[in-house]
């Protein structure tokens, strides 16, 4: 098993560098395939080093609603025109181990301890498929890295 799975730190995370698709305001697996896509074909992007991930926002997942608006993006290597600038600064890092179905329960545990902490968030969540059907096959073996940013005052 994944050591850090089902865990939550915070952390400062350095500046990222992404292609973002259009903003959808529903998800489907098409869709989402649709968008990264048209990343790949736009940006030429995609390399080994390349991550895929999808941008949420926050108020929508803390929530459990997974499904609503969402872009999807593409890890850049390096600052490029074009590119949305992730803010750096401190996030809340949580890995976890679910099925996309099961996912839901784990934003609204997070969406607790978030809670519990009287931590105060910004208005995006960054989510990543670190493990996923190409490397197990079993999707409740899926592994997830989100990412929540948390408002300049929190540490």
């Given at each position: 098993?994944?050591?850090?799975?089902?865990?939550?730190?915070?952390?400062f995370v350095k500046e990222e560098y992404l292609f973002l698709s259009k903003e959808e305001t529903t998800f489907s697996f098409l869709t989402s395939a649709k968008l990264l896509s048209s990343l790949i074909t736009k940006h030429k992007a995609i390399n080994k080093e390349s991550i895929f991930g999808t941008?949420?926002?926050?108020?929508?997942?803390?929530?459990?609603?997974?499904?609503?608006?969402?872009?999807?993006?593409?890890?850049?290597?390096?600052?490029?025109?074009?590119?949305?600038?992730?803010?750096a600064g401190y996030y809340l890092v949580a890995y976890v181990v679910a099925s996309y179905a099961n996912l839901k329960a784990k934003y609204l545990e997070i969406a607790d301890y978030i809670k519990k902490d009287n931590l105060e968030v910004?208005?995006?969540?960054?989510?990543e498929l670190i493990i996923g059907d190409w490397a197990v096959d079993n999707e409740n073996a899926y592994c997830w890295k989100i990412s929540i940013k948390l408002k300049d005052n929190e540490k």
């Amino acid at each position: 098993a994944f050591d850090e799975a089902n865990t939550y730190k915070i952390g400062f995370v350095k500046e990222e560098y992404l292609f973002l698709s259009k903003e959808e305001t529903t998800f489907s697996f098409l869709t989402s395939a649709k968008l990264l896509s048209s990343l790949i074909t736009k940006h030429k992007a995609i390399n080994k080093e390349s991550i895929f991930g999808t941008k949420l926002l926050t108020r929508d997942v803390l929530k459990g609603e997974i499904n609503a608006t969402q872009q999807c993006y593409i890890r850049c290597l390096k600052k490029e025109k074009n590119c949305y600038i992730k803010p750096a600064g401190y996030y809340l890092v949580a890995y976890v181990v679910a099925s996309y179905a099961n996912l839901k329960a784990k934003y609204l545990e997070i969406a607790d301890y978030i809670k519990k902490d009287n931590l105060e968030v910004d208005k995006d969540v960054y989510e990543e498929l670190i493990i996923g059907d190409w490397a197990v096959d079993n999707e409740n073996a899926y592994c997830w890295k989100i990412s929540i940013k948390l408002k300049d005052n929190e540490k």
